[in-house]
Each structure stands twice: as C-alpha cells, then as structure tokens.
C-alpha cells in the first residue's frame, strides 16, 4: 500500500493533475488516489454508476469516504441508494448519464447499412455502439 501510494503521489506531482475523477464505487478502490488527493490538497470526485452504498463501517474507510469533494450519481434510482447508504447530502451531486442524440444528427457519412455491411452485421441483428476513451 505505501508503494501505491508513492506512485500516486509521483503520477499526481509530474503530471501536475487539478482533479482527481474516479469511476467507481465511493467506497471501495479509492485508497491510494483520495489521500493523495487530499494530501496534495486536489478535488476528488467520484462517479457512482450502481446501488446499493452503504456507507463504510470500518473507520479508516468511513474517515476516507467522507473526504470526497463530491459524489456523482448518475440517476435518481443511485442517489437515492447514496442516501440510503448514508451519504452526507452536501457530497452528492446527480448527472444523468446519456447522451444527446439530437446533437450527433447529421454527423454520420456512412449511412446504417453500409457500416454494417462493412462489420459483417445482418440487418436484422441488434447493434449496439459503446465509444470511450479510458486514461
């Protein structure tokens, strides 16, 4: 753990970071990034995709936990089990998760059939798209 630690510290200083975004569970895979956080006096945020959260019971967590600057549901059914959980009101924060589809109309140059024709996809297959960039 105080490998990690240095090594998150290390990555946080040369790279110079002003925010700290973790993508997971406020309760859990924090340990290295939040106190490095919070040591080097970074934001750290995390974005909370599931439910249920119940709210730490072992101490170093619980003192862990409630150093976030911000907790981010991506609905109403995940900040209510953040509530539920025990979450402090003034951490948590709700952004629904989506995309506006309105604003990619018209950007596609390769109409539907030909892609799938390129993919190998029959017509009458279900095709779902998931595009990200994870660092």
């Known amino acids: 753990m105080i490998g990690a630690l240095r090594r998150r ?13 973790l ?10 990034w939040l106190p490095m956080a919070r040591w080097l006096g970074i934001p750290c945020i995390s974005t909370v995709m599931g439910s249920p959260y ?3 019971s072992a101490p170093l967590r619980r003192l862990l936990t409630r150093r976030f600057d911000r907790l981010v549901a991506i609905s109403d059914t995940v900040l209510e089990g953040l509530r539920l959980g025990g ?16 604003a990619f109309t018209g950007q596609v140059r390769v109409p539907a059939e030909r892609m799938r024709e390129s993919l190998g996809i029959p017509a009458d297959r279900m095709l779902v798209v998931m595009v990200g960039n994870l660092r």
Do not use: C, Q, W
């Open 54 to 56: 119940g709210f730490p």
């Open 87 to 102: 979450y402090p009101e003034a951490m948590l924060t709700k952004v629904n998760l989506g995309v506006d589809l309105e």
């Open 23 to 32: 993508n997971n569970t406020p309760s859990l895979g924090f340990d290295d």
């Open 9 to 21: 510290l290390r990555v946080m200083r040369d790279a110079r970071i002003d925010l700290v975004h």
